[in-house]
């Protein structure tokens, strides 16, 4: 059973660039035709979903958030990152990382992470 697990600091300050990995075992980042995304949910709101990458290395954004969103994988590692930059106090969240067939993933659907709660705040 695959398993995910997010990490990254708990704070960041307005203007910074934030940095989270989710680390998976129980399955490979590879492995066909899966894709691994990134959703976030700030406080008294709903889930929003980041973008993702595909088992081929595909990256896929949400418009919104494509600007100063990117994200890579670590095959060695088993591991996939987010970075965004240019956060302000907006982008605190709740962020997840998940697995699924479907490049969006919503809720109900395939495999998440606990989440970790990320503050931006000086």
């Known amino acids: 059973q695959v398993q995910l697990q997010e990490s990254g600091p708990g704070l960041v300050k307005p203007s910074q660039t934030l940095s989270l990995t989710c680390t998976v075992s129980g399955g490979s980042i590879t492995t066909s035709y899966y894709y691994w995304s990134w959703i976030r949910q700030p406080p008294g709101k709903g889930l929003e979903w980041m973008g993702a990458i595909a088992y081929d290395g595909s990256t896929y954004y949400s418009p919104s958030l494509k600007s100063h969103t990117s994200i890579s994988r670590d095959t060695s590692k088993n591991q996939f990152s987010l970075q965004l930059s240019s956060v302000t106090p907006e982008d605190t969240a709740v962020y997840y990382c998940?697995?699924?067939?479907?490049?969006?993933?919503?809720?109900?659907?395939?495999?998440w992470g606990q989440g970790t709660q990320v503050t931006v705040s000086s």
């Open positions: 998940a697995r699924d067939r479907a490049i969006v993933v919503v809720t109900g659907f395939g495999s």
